[in-house]
């Protein structure tokens, strides 16, 4: 195995450092973790797992706590983690052949976002870029920091490591989740006032809003970042169509949302995008085109998040045959659900109309 350390930072994560560390353990791995400023018993945690605990003073800088962690590593090759980031699933011996594949290059791992949606636990997965050699990369931006090569300008590859990553920081309740709010976007508008240009400032902003349900602000500043010329290749710019689609809805602007049929042949690639269009038509009253949307959903193999090719468009289909009338294809429709628990519901209400007629 290439000598890897985990580079962490970490600030009050007494509830998920344990988890995380855990997970490290059995690795192998050296980590490290700088800490920002805990109140709590984050580093009386972290001490069981490791010696190597460096106190950081927070600067509203992300960036620079990163860049101080790397700092800290014996080795080249760091892997970057969060405290409410939890090991699924790694294969050690291939990880370590395609780092000797790809010396110069950012290893991408796949991340589990789980948050709780109509009582059930919803995933959505992405990649993101979190392996490389400290000798040719360092972090930039305060929020949201991105990977950089020490070149300045220079482009760098990235490829697909064996790493399934568990991420829970989107659970819990709005209170809860409000503070982290608050913090991300103090820092994004004072990015935006040096970069007033920059769609994605726009679009993490609305991501801020849209994890406490703010929809309205959610609303507004997707649209804002939708007014610039946006590449709907990038897998932010397909997450943040289907986001901004859902804060119309969500906001009572159905009509509005019609209007992304105009962008329909760009995005309708994946289940997640299908789904979102056959909600439009359900919130208009168009119940064929719904239906249609809701079928491609469920062949598509494309799949962003969890439910989106499975249970989320059976269910509508459900719901459209129930508003239309075929009470027996609703009930068949909400039974292939599995535990799905709007479904379920649904399976003992129609259960229970039948079995009084």
Same mark, same amino acid.
């Given at each position: ?200 400032? $726009?679009?993490?902003? #609305? =991501?801020? %809003?849209?994890?406490?349900?703010? &929809? ?7 649209? @804002? /970042? ?47 995008? $299908?789904?979102?269009? #056959? =909600?439009? %038509?359900?919130?208009?009253?168009? &119940? ?7 079928? @491609? /959903? ?60």
């Amino acid at each position: 195995m290439c000598p890897v350390s985990v580079c962490m930072i970490a600030r009050n994560e007494e509830k998920n450092i344990e988890k995380c560390l855990a997970a490290l353990n059995p690795c192998g791995f050296e980590i490290i973790v700088v800490d920002t400023g805990s109140t709590d018993r984050t580093k009386e945690i972290a001490a069981r797992y490791t010696d190597k605990i460096y106190d950081f003073t927070w600067i509203d800088d992300f960036s620079a706590a990163r860049n101080f962690s790397l700092k800290h590593a014996s080795n080249d090759y760091v892997l970057v983690l969060d405290c409410d980031e939890v090991i699924a699933s790694l294969d050690t011996g291939l990880l370590s052949s395609l780092i000797r594949q790809h010396p110069e290059s950012v290893g991408r791992l796949a991340i589990d976002n789980h948050y709780i949606s109509n009582g059930t636990d919803m995933v959505y997965q992405d990649r993101l870029g979190r392996l490389f050699n400290r000798r040719f990369f360092h972090f930039e931006s305060p929020i949201h920091e991105q990977i950089t090569h020490n070149t300045k300008g220079m482009h760098y590859e990235s490829y697909d490591i064996p790493l399934l990553i568990d991420h829970v920081g989107y659970l819990g309740s709005v209170t809860d989740l409000r503070g982290k709010v608050e913090r991300n976007n103090t820092l994004l508008f004072k990015e935006l006032e040096k970069d007033p240009e920059n769609p994605y400032l $726009y679009f993490q902003i #609305g =991501q801020s %809003y849209n994890m406490i349900y703010d &929809y309205e602000n959610s609303y507004i500043y997707y649209g @804002k /970042a939708l007014e610039y010329d946006v590449d709907p290749q990038e897998e932010w710019v397909q997450m943040m169509i289907i986001a901004y689609a859902n804060a119309l809805l969500h906001t009572g602007r159905r009509e509005e949302a019609l209007q992304l049929e105009a962008v329909y042949d760009t995005f309708a690639v994946t289940s997640d995008f $299908y789904c979102c269009m #056959g =909600q439009i %038509y359900m919130a208009n009253g168009q &119940y064929v085109k719904a239906m249609m949307e809701f079928v @491609k /959903a469920i062949h598509c193999p494309v799949v962003r998040e969890s439910g989106t090719n499975t249970f989320i468009p059976t269910y509508n289909i459900g719901l459209i045959n129930e508003m239309m009338g075929n009470t027996e294809d609703a009930l068949t429709h909400y039974r292939n659900c599995g535990d799905f628990p709007m479904a379920l519901e649904k399976v003992r209400e129609l259960e229970s109309r039948l079995a009084d007629k």
